[in-house]
T-cell receptor, first 113, second 115 residues
Framework: GNSVTQMEGPVTLSEEAFLTINCTYT??????LFWYVQYPGEGLQLLLKATKADDKGSNKGFEATYRKETTSFHLEKGSVQVSDSAVYFC????????????FGKGTKLSVIP | DAGVTQSPTHLIKTRGQQVTLRCSPKSGHDTVSWYQQALGQGPQFIFQ???????QRGNFPDRFSGHQFPNYSSELNVNALLLGDSALYLC??????????????FGPGTRLTVL
């Protein structure tokens, strides 16, 4: 079946530190990959996506590259801010014929001044 | 441009009761998906509606049912509520694009508490 595994949290970083949140997946076919962010008390917001191997998604200084050979989609940001504190979810949508998103358990990020 | 809206924001029910949650999709979208997010977990797919029909269903019992209206809005119904149904229920909308990726945009959710 399809599954997403994220690094366990919580992650606490100082402002301007480098961020990496690991995400690996198991899927049949050629999935599309997503990162969503959830701020306290809110729903999920799409952060970035990639639809095929070697694609790089980027938004608001975050980026992730779809690596088919390692089945990974790690999220990175060069310099985090306090406002980046949130829960980050990696997700996949399988290939043709399936429309559901499969999510990881989420990684809570706290950025301290 | 209005995003995905959900109502109510919060809801408290007792075991055995029935509940209806509502969702209006983002303008221009025609597909609605529902997810259940338990505390500290990632969202779990319940089902998706397109053209007023259930197109795909996740691993949820028949107590969970839905409906999509001609204006693309949707309802999620849960019968015979259990304590374990307490969760944040998220609605996501998208534009049908055949087999191509249809990015799903989420609403703020309805927090259901079952006592």
């Amino acid at each position: 079946g399809n599954s997403v595994t994220q690094m366990e949290g919580p992650v606490t970083l100082s402002e301007e530190a480098f961020l990496t949140i690991n995400c690996t997946y198991t899927a049949t076919g050629y999935p599309s990959l997503f990162w969503y962010v959830q701020y306290p008390g809110e729903g999920l917001q799409l952060l970035l996506k990639a639809t095929k191997a070697d694609d790089k998604g980027s938004n608001k200084g975050f980026e992730a590259t779809y690596r088919k050979e390692t089945t990974s989609f790690h999220l990175e940001k060069g310099s985090v801010q306090v406002s980046d504190s949130a829960v980050y979810f990696c997700a996949l949508r399988p290939g043709a014929g399936s429309y559901q998103l499969t999510f990881g358990k989420g990684t809570k990020l706290s950025v301290i001044p | 441009d209005a995003g995905v809206t959900q109502s109510p924001t919060h809801l408290i029910k007792t075991r055995g009761q029935q509940v209806t949650l509502r969702c209006s999709p983002k303008s221009g979208h025609d597909t609605v998906s529902w997810y259940q997010q338990a505390l500290g977990q990632g969202p779990q797919f319940i089902f998706q509606y397109y053209e007023e029909e259930e197109r795909q269903r996740g691993n949820f019992p028949d107590r969970f049912s839905g409906h999509q209206f001609p204006n693309y809005s949707s309802e999620l119904n849960v019968n015979a509520l259990l304590l374990g149904d307490s969760a944040l229920y998220l609605c996501a909308s998208s534009l049908y694009a055949g087999d191509r990726t249809d990015t799903q945009y989420f609403g703020p959710g309805t927090r259901l508490t079952v006592l």
